[in-house]
């Protein structure tokens, strides 16, 4: 089973970017909860969202701006990042685990990509 991530970038303060994740192995997506992580240096490796089928899940500090979404069909799940800050500078990981895993309990997520850089900065 397989997670990739793409979509990283530098980008402004105020800017937009959409990461994807990419999962090939699994059979149906909808199967599954998938989630985003962030960590940035220095610190620890952080939730920021989750989807499972249709509930959705963030963090305090992404709720407003950033927007989790999974296509089916392409097995692909989104995070689209919107009014980007320099705090919001990380690597951004994606994860799936069993449908009822914990949004935010990292330890119980088993499969996780090797993650995208992004950075806010002016």
């Known amino acids: 089973w397989q997670l990739v991530e793409s979509g990283g970038a530098l980008v402004q303060p105020g800017e937009s970017l959409r990461l994807s994740c990419t999962l090939s192995g699994f059979r149906r997506l909808d199967y599954f909860a998938i989630g985003w992580f962030r960590q940035a240096p220095g610190k620890e490796r952080e939730a920021i969202s989750c989807?499972?089928?249709?509930?959705?899940n963030y963090a305090d500090s992404v709720k407003g701006r950033f927007t989790i979404s999974s296509n089916n069909a392409t097995n692909t799940v989104y995070l689209q990042m919107s009014t980007l800050k320099p705090e919001d500078t990380a690597v951004y990981y994606c994860a799936a685990g069993p449908h009822v895993v914990p949004c935010m309990a990292i330890s119980e997520w088993p499969f996780w990509g090797q993650g995208t850089q992004v950075t806010v900065s002016s």
């Open positions: 989807i499972a089928t249709d509930s959705t």
